[in-house]
């Protein structure tokens, strides 16, 4: 079975850091196509940004409410999906999902993990 | 970006109703429209995704139709675990976009 387990959550003051980590299992980590998501407390669901596999040239996206300030990255030899959170924002606050994507063709986010909740306050 | 838009916002419903909800998207996005449920305190489940693909194990009382513009998901025979909120995404092109949400509540 698929599993995806999102680590690294907590309380971080407005201009702080944070490193997310999501431990991917049950597939093939290498060949996947993977998303954060996150969604801050009472509102829906936002796309943070994803990374493509290695094959596709492990290149990454980002929302424009996050590019410059967030880094997708992975880690194919620990099955790890990580995104870098620097300059955090009040908005920032959120649970973040790690997500696989079906495919390059089918852009859905077919597995979740269970979130990590981020909050940033003073 | 490409604005995805819900109907309703919310709806009540018994159990072994059929519903429905609309998406709409603010410009073409051909079949690229995939449907979510999250029930309360619980990371969101695929559903439907390319419009009208059912992910593996998803209950074959939920099905997904539309192109172009605009979509629905219906979901009949409702069950007490379908209580939840639905998001449609559209993954045509970046930044990918998610509805508001439809929050189906039980009458």
């Known amino acids: 079975d698929v599993q995806l387990v999102e680590s690294g959550g907590g309380l971080v003051e407005p201009g702080g850091s944070l490193r997310l980590s999501c431990a991917a299992s049950?597939?093939?980590?290498?060949?996947?196509?993977m998303a954060w998501v996150r969604q801050a407390p009472g509102r829906g669901l936002e796309w943070v940004g994803r990374?493509?596999?290695?094959?596709?040239?492990?290149?990454?996206d980002s929302a424009a409410a996050v590019h410059g300030r967030f880094t997708i990255s992975r880690d194919d030899s620990k099955d790890t999906l990580y995104l870098q959170m620097n300059s955090l924002k009040t908005d920032d606050t959120a649970v973040y999902y790690c997500?696989?994507?079906?495919?390059?063709?089918?852009?859905?986010?077919?597995?979740w993990g269970q979130g990590t909740l981020v909050t940033v306050s003073p | 970006d490409i604005q995805m838009t819900q109907y309703p916002s919310s709806l009540s419903a018994s159990v072994g109703d059929r519903v429905i909800i609309t998406c709409r998207a603010s410009?073409?996005?051909?079949?690229?429209l995939n449907w979510y449920q999250q029930n309360s305190g619980k990371a969101p489940k695929s559903l439907i995704y390319?419009?009208?693909s059912l992910e593996s194990g998803v209950p074959s009382r939920f099905s997904g139709s539309g192109s172009g513009t605009d979509f629905t998901l219906t979901i009949s025979n409702l069950q007490p675990e379908d209580f939840a909120t639905f998001y449609c995404?559209?993954?045509?092109?970046?930044?990918?976009?998610f509805g508001q949400g439809t929050k189906l509540e039980m009458k």
């Open positions: 410009q073409s996005i051909g079949t690229s």
């Open positions: 390319a419009a009208s």
């Open positions: 049950g597939f093939s980590f290498t060949h996947a196509w």
């Open positions: 990374i493509r596999s290695i094959f596709d040239g492990e290149t990454a």
């Open positions: 997500a696989t994507i079906h495919s390059a063709k089918y852009t859905d986010f077919d597995h």
């Open positions: 995404q559209q993954g045509d092109s970046l930044p990918f976009t």
